[in-house]
T-cell receptor, first 112, second 110 residues
Framework: EPEVTQTPSHQVTQMGQEVILRCVPI?????FYWYRQILGQKVEFLVS????????KSEIFDDQFSVERPDGSNFTLKIRSTKLEDSAMYFC??????????FGNGTRLTVT | GNSVTQMEGPVTLSEEAFLTINCTYT??????LFWYVQYPGEGLQLLLK?????DKGSNKGFEATYRKETTSFHLEKGSVQVSDSAVYFC?????????FGTGTKLQVIP
């Protein structure tokens, strides 16, 4: 069964540094998402992306965040200047028309 | 907007016990409802779903029925196994975005 793949599985960075989290969605899917889960808390929606543009974003997704689909297969989340509170598990997801979300295994981001 | 409330965990059960994890939702319109499972060290996997009132989703012995009158989508399993130990998330929404509950950790002991 096709999978959403995310790399790296764990990223450690220092406060103020930029990080890029990478995702390869399922190949025939059209909608792409980032969610995050702070340790022990609920999974929160960050942003959805369709047709090469952001279709919806949450309050969490402020100016330090950006997303990009640089080629036909990758979907990236960039955090420009990381803060301690950005430490979380970040999940990429994708879906096609009328299909539920398929999630990747997540990237655990630790900001020190 | 949509919101989901699910019972607090952790839930600890003996193997072969009956499981219920409660979930209620608030939404505008009639969202689809989902249960996702997160096994230790892994990502989120769709366990089951229901798209309209009275639909029953089922998978791996788990079931949940979409109850519009009580705005609920409780997860049940008749006989849990140690391998069912995981965190279970109730979620609601359309197919383009879902809202998750806080998750319920289930631990099944032999």
């Amino acid at each position: 069964e096709p999978e959403v793949t995310q790399t790296p599985s764990h990223q450690v960075t220092q406060m103020g540094q930029e990080v890029i989290l990478r995702c390869v969605p399922i190949s025939n899917h059209l909608y792409f998402y980032w969610y995050r889960q702070i340790l022990g808390q609920k999974v929160e929606f960050l942003v959805s992306f369709y047709n090469n543009e952001i279709s919806e974003k949450s309050e969490i997704f402020d100016d330090q965040f950006s997303v990009e689909r640089p080629d036909g297969s990758n979907f990236t989340l960039k955090i420009r200047s990381t803060k301690l509170e950005d430490s979380a598990m970040y999940f990429c997801a994708s879906d096609g028309l009328r299909s539920p979300l398929h999630f990747g295994n997540g990237t655990r981001l630790t900001v020190t | 907007g949509n919101s989901v409330t699910q019972m607090e965990g952790p839930v600890t059960l003996s193997e072969e016990a009956f499981l219920t994890i409660n979930c209620t939702y608030t939404a505008t319109g009639y969202p689809s409802l989902f249960w996702y499972v997160q096994y230790p060290g892994e990502g989120l996997q769709l366990l089951l779903k229901a798209t309209k009132a009275d639909d029953k989703g089922s998978n791996k012995g788990f079931e949940a029925t979409y109850r519009k009158e009580t705005t609920s989508f409780h997860l049940e399993k008749g006989s849990v196994q140690v391998s069912d130990s995981a965190v279970y998330f109730c979620a609601s929404g359309g197919y383009q975005k879902v809202t998750f509950g806080t998750g319920t950790k289930l631990q099944v002991i032999p």
